[in-house]
T-cell receptor, first 111, second 112 residues
Framework: QKEVEQNSGPLSVPEGAIASLNCTYS??????FFWYRQYSGKSPELIMF????GDKEDGRFTAQLNKASQYVSLLIRDSQPSDSATYLC???????????FGSGTRLQVQP | DADVTQTPRNRITKTGKRIMLECSQT?????MYWYRQDPGLGLRLIYY???????NKGEISDGYSVSRQAQAKFSLSLESAIPNQTALYFC???????????FGPGTRLTVL
């Protein structure tokens, strides 16, 4: 079992729809959770981070954390073609000094 | 000016050659990281450094070495490059006590 797991996709949604991206992690003691967006051939850029159970909203993006079930999700409302990218989940696993990344989910937003 | 820079941006080399990838940052961050990215495998940590005297191996350090010459500079070396080291390499930085990482533009390395 991978320590941080994501469905590789591609996840295809129509323009204007809600895209839901999920990530599960293995270590119940994990404290910090991050979502990065990566366009093809470019470097990852931080979209959101979340530390506490519940929802955190920033514009069209909402991160949801459920520590009991060990998953974190990213919702993108009113998806746009420019949201088409790979989304990487990263977790600060307990006892680790650096982030552990999932393999990413490729999102395609169809015009 | 970019906060995290990497040189070279692209490099093609031959098996057995020694290669150095360089990373510089103007963000004033203490922590620096080297990752490689392969299709379908996400970002895998090679080495990381929390300050000039603190160097740590990541999950895939075999075949690589690093040097932290100053707070702002962190170099990755491939002592004897092999074809399966062909990948996209990223440098990243973060502040002490924080986990948010900021990435450089990447170096695409091809080993023939």
């Amino acid at each position: 079992q991978k320590e941080v797991e994501q469905n590789s996709g591609p996840l295809s949604v129509p323009e204007g729809a809600i895209a839901s991206l999920n990530c599960t992690y293995s270590d119940r003691g994990s404290q910090s959770f991050f979502w990065y967006r990566q366009y093809s051939g470019k470097s990852p850029e931080l979209i959101m981070f979340i530390y506490s159970n519940g929802d955190k909203e920033d514009g069209r993006f909402t991160a949801q954390l459920n520590k009991a079930s060990q998953y974190v999700s990213l919702l993108i409302r009113d998806s746009q073609p420019s949201d088409s990218a790979t989304y990487l989940c990263a977790v600060a696993l307990a006892g680790r000094r650096a982030l552990t990344f999932g393999s990413g989910t490729r999102l395609q937003v169809q015009p | 000016d970019a906060d995290v820079t990497q040189t070279p941006r692209n490099r093609i080399t031959k098996t057995g050659k020694r290669i150095m990838l360089e990373c510089s940052q103007t963000k004033g961050h203490d922590r620096m990281y080297w990752y490689r990215q392969d299709p379908g495998l996400g970002l895998r940590l090679i080495y990381y450094s929390f300050d000039v005297k603190d160097i740590n191996k990541g999950e895939i350090s075999d075949g690589y070495s690093v040097s932290r010459q100053a707070q702002a500079k962190f170099s990755l070396s491939l002592e004897s490059a092999i074809p399966n080291q062909t990948a996209l390499y990223f440098c990243a930085t973060s502040v002490a006590g924080g986990n948010e990482q900021f990435f450089g533009p990447g170096t695409r390395l091809t080993v023939l």
